[in-house]
Nanobody, 123 residues
Framework: QVQLVESGGGLVQPGGSLTLSCAAS???????????MGWYRQAPGKERDLVAA???????NYADSVKGRFTISRDSAKNTVYLHINSLKPEDTAVYYC??????????????WGQGTQVTVFS
């Protein structure tokens, strides 16, 4: 129903910065209301964990490990969420997944995931 397309991952040195983007789209004619958008990450051999989330009203939530370094924002008009990452550390290396939760056409509740974008921090 709702597709998420991520971009912005890559290779970066410790202390560097990246901005990840995730755009949501739905079938033509659908009215999509996205309540919460967020970013999760999964490192090799580990579970997928929440990094940051933002509600339609702009309330944010961050994992303790990224507070002060990561900033989540969204452009509701474009159904796009961003993750601004600063002061990257090797332990930030992971596949980052976008997530969105909302309602289509006022009826169908959805939860969608992006395909993931790799962030690798190397020295």
């Amino acid at each position: 129903q709702v597709q998420l397309v991520e971009s912005g991952g890559g290779l970066v040195q410790p202390g560097g910065s990246l901005t990840l983007s995730c755009a949501a789209s739905a079938a033509s004619g659908s009215i999509v209301t996205i309540n919460t958008m967020g970013w999760y990450r999964q490192a090799p051999g580990k579970e997928r964990d929440l990094v940051a989330a933002i509600t339609r009203g702009g309330v944010t939530n961050y994992a303790d490990s990224v507070k002060g370094r990561f900033t989540i924002s969204r452009d509701s008009a474009k159904n796009t969420v961003y993750l601004h990452i600063n002061s990257l550390k090797p332990e930030d290396t992971a596949v980052y997944y976008c997530n969105a939760h909302g309602v289509v056409s006022g009826v169908s509740i959805f939860t969608s995931w992006g395909q993931g974008t790799q962030v690798t921090v190397f020295s």
